[in-house]
T-cell receptor
Framework: SAVISQKPSRDICQRGTSLTIQCQVD?????MFWYRQQPGQSLTLIAT?????????ESGFVIDKFPISRPNLTFSTLTVSNMSPEDSSIYLC???????????FGPGTRLTVT | EDQVTQSPEALRLQEGESSSLNCSYT??????LFWYRQDPGKGPEFLFT???AGEEKEKERLKATLTKKESFLHITAPKPEDSATYLC??????????????FGQGTTLQVKP
């Protein structure tokens, strides 16, 4: 399976600021995803990062709040914009070789907004 | 609405005491059911994929089975290192092109020596 890294691993940010999270894979992958895991909750898909085109967002998530980039087949970024304490979560990227294939997850980024 | 429910929420076992975790799902056209293990402070680790009713997969002390309405993760003679949260996720037919997974809330397993 692919080796996935995320930066930063954790951060504490002030309300109203933005944070960009990076996801790097050691091999080319077809699909990349971004999930949110709120405290004590399970994982919720934010969006699918599409190479060379706009990300596909799930209901309840919008591009202005969570802009995503995917410049190539091994890298993606998620920005959490204009943060509020409700954005405090673990943000995880995952990768797959196809839509119906198993997804492999990165270690996550733990974000605390004060 | 596609939904995944896991039970129990928490499970405490003595080392060697076998048990099962349940994942019930309601989904329009199941494309795949996935089991993951998540340790505190880490991302989920892939365990199994099941695609059709009657399918079974094994890995060490873990065995996953699938019916038309639920999946079980059987843990045989667990060890303390099996302590983790186990997550179940499904992919619906409507999401076969997007790859979207719908996760359950997880079962937190604690195995005492």
């Amino acid at each position: 399976s692919a080796v996935i890294s995320q930066k930063p691993s954790r951060d504490i940010c002030q309300r109203g600021t933005s944070l960009t999270i990076q996801c790097q894979v050691d091999s080319q992958v077809t699909m990349m995803f971004w999930y949110r895991q709120q405290p004590g909750q399970s994982l919720t898909l934010i969006a699918t990062a599409n190479q060379g085109s706009e990300a596909t967002y799930e209901s309840g998530f919008v591009i202005d709040k969570f802009p995503i980039s995917r410049p190539n087949l091994t890298f993606s970024t998620l920005t959490v914009s204009n943060m509020s304490p409700e954005d405090s979560s673990i943000y995880l990227c995952s990768v797959a070789q196809g839509a119906s294939y198993e997804q492999y997850f990165g270690p996550g980024t733990r974000l605390t907004v004060t | 609405e596609d939904q995944v429910t896991q039970s129990p929420e928490a499970l405490r076992l003595q080392e060697g005491e076998s048990s099962s975790l349940n994942c019930s799902y309601t989904v329009s056209g199941l494309r795949g059911l996935f089991w993951y293990r998540q340790d505190p402070g880490k991302g989920p680790e892939f365990l199994f994929t099941l695609y059709s009713a009657g399918e079974e997969k094994e890995k060490e002390r873990l065995k996953a089975t699938l019916t038309k309405k639920e999946s079980f993760l059987h843990i045989t003679a667990p060890k303390p290192e099996d302590s983790a949260t186990y997550l179940c996720a499904v992919q619906a037919g409507s999401s076969s092109n997007t790859g979207k997974l719908i996760f359950g809330q997880g079962t937190t397993l604690q195995v005492k020596p």
